[in-house]
């Protein structure tokens, strides 16, 4: 897209920064656009020649159809399922449990489910983004969302190297009620709302003049009490979630090099059913016999083979032959080496995009997904770090102090383990004393919820066994033992003094057969 006509706003000003962001944002949707359509399995056709483009397309549509296996959604859907936040540390150096009021903002805007989300849009975009503003009237929790990177876009000064600091950010949607354009542009000091008439078209391009180019249509003010507010935050609250970040690339999609395997496997799978279709019974000839004729329109009648059919030849003298079936092994096999060079491109075993053969033993598997657990810890440092300043901008939002700069997000495990396995490793180690009790829990897979709830119940156990202890009663004091009663202070503790025990039998004896009621035969 050629750049369009500069409207000569002030640099630097709201028009000036909602110009320049949505003529990125619009410039690379094509390529994101691309990548969700591939992860939704929404694949091109197989390559065809332009000669046979129609015929073919025409003929096999239904085959062309079938010859779709979508790994790409199967490459994303591995790695983001292993991603799994449990819980949030104000200090990772001070505090080993959970913070309650943080975490409760975190499922406040139900992000459990809706950063999941977040994940899934940033390993197939590349990016996506975390917003946060304060709570809206009736709600305690500020607001924590998760956005599209097909709507929103964010502008940095990389004189300070990377994508450390956010300049500007806008988001565009389209207001389903009304049919108007929305813009929403994000400034450190302030935060300014734009729309365009549902009549005016939806695009940057509007128009063309000499030299062929677009004609900027600008955005009017919603002329609204908050067409215009003060961003108290101080920062552009539009947060990145970066996946495989460079320092002058926002970010990669996982889906970057898997595009053109996936192709070549549609590709292959086309040809294998189109040569299956055609010449996997064995194509048939007949050499000596003429063919019928059609007696209304005098073409020649051509034979109609099929498993149900056989031919009337009149010449006796005619042949009839069979071409050898089509070998279909060769595709196979290519399919095969498309998917390992896929399965060492993505870090996703073979053995989840292919399963061949015998089941892999344990070991074996742990082994192959060695790989994909090292990408998984990989990703959750931006992630991560994402999430984080989403909740110390929320906390600030919700009047609370802001977090220190050690405070951490809790992952869950991305490495599937046998529970028998991890148990026995985490008990020994407790025991010798290498970890204490919340940590050794936490690697057996507990949320620092769960660990909390435990803590509760131990102490409860502890303070009913003390209540419930030899000589305690929940209703009052200690009991005195009745001197000389069995197990008072100075009382007898044998047991022969005790009402309705048997005597002991002398050191090395065993008592005597056949007593009864306490008296022996006699």
């Not at 296996?69 to 990772?92: E, H, K, M, W, Y």
């Not at 305690?140 to 300049?167: C, N, W």
């Not at 059609?294 to 009839?320: L, Q, S």
């Amino acid at each position: 897209m050629s750049t369009p006509q500069d409207p000569n706003f002030t640099p630097g000003s709201p028009e000036w920064w909602t110009f320049k962001l949505e003529y990125a944002l619009i410039n690379r949707r094509q390529k994101l656009l691309q990548f969700d359509r591939y992860y939704d399995g929404d694949h091109p056709l197989p390559f065809l020649s332009p000669a046979h483009q129609a015929e073919v397309a025409n003929a096999f549509t239904r085959l062309l159809t079938m010859s779709k296996a979508n790994f790409c959604g199967l490459v994303v859907d591995t790695t983001v399922q292993r991603l799994r936040p449990i819980g949030f540390r104000l200090s990772a150096s001070g505090s080993e449990a959970s913070d309650d009021e943080t975490w409760g903002i975190y499922q406040g805007n139900n992000l459990d489910e809706h950063i999941i989300t977040g994940f899934q849009e940033a390993s197939v975009k590349g990016v996506s983004y975390l917003g946060v503003w304060f709570p809206q009237p009736g709600s305690k929790y500020p607001q924590i969302t998760i956005e599209d990177p097909l709507q929103t876009i964010v502008a940095y000064d990389h004189s300070v190297g990377g994508f450390m600091r956010r300049t500007a950010a806008l988001k565009m949607y389209v207001d389903e009620f009304t049919g108007d354009e929305r813009a929403v542009l994000y400034l450190p000091d302030r935060i300014c709302k734009f729309y365009r008439p549902a009549a005016a078209p939806t695009s940057l391009i509007t128009g063309t003049l000499a030299g062929q180019r677009p004609v900027y249509l600008p955005w009017l003010s919603l002329g609204t009490p908050d067409s215009v507010i003060p961003n108290e935050l101080g920062v552009v609250p539009i947060i990145p979630m970066r996946n495989n970040g460079k320092l002058l690339k926002e970010g990669v999609s996982d889906l970057e090099n898997v595009v053109p395997i996936q192709d070549r496997i549609n590709t292959n799978l086309f040809l294998r059913m189109l040569s299956g279709y055609v010449g996997a019974g064995g194509q048939k000839y007949i050499i000596g016999s003429t063919m019928m004729k059609d007696e209304e329109t005098g073409e020649d009648i051509e034979f109609d083979a099929a498993v149900d059919r056989i031919f009337n030849i009149e010449n006796p003298e005619a042949k009839v032959g069979q071409f050898d079936a089509a070998d279909l092994t060769q595709f196979i096999e290519s399919i095969n080496q498309d998917v390992n060079m896929l399965a060492i491109l993505s870090k996703v075993p073979k053995s989840m995009l292919l399963p061949t053969g015998q089941s892999p033993s344990g070991d074996a598997v742990d082994a192959e997904a060695a790989g994909l657990v090292a990408k998984c810890d990989r990703q959750k440092v931006p992630y991560g770090e994402a999430i984080e300043e989403a909740l110390r901008l929320s906390r600030i939002c919700a009047g609370m102090p802001a977090t220190p700069p050690d405070s951490e997000l809790i992952w869950a495990d991305s490495e599937s383990q046998s529970s028998a396995a991890v148990s026995a490793s985490v008990i020994q180690q407790y025991q010798v004393g290498l970890l204490p009790l919340d940590a050794a829990l936490e690697k057996l897979g507990y949320s620092p919820q769960a660990i909390a709830r435990f803590k509760q119940q131990r102490l409860h156990d502890a303070m009913l066994a003390a209540l419930t202890a030899p000589g305690l009663t929940p209703d009052g004091p200690p009991q005195q033992t009745p001197a000389g009663a069995p197990g008072a202070a100075g009382g007898s503790t044998d047991p022969s003094n005790v009402p309705g025990k048997l005597p002991k039998s002398p050191a090395g004896t065993e008592p005597s057969q056949g007593i009864t009621s306490g008296t022996a035969n006699g």
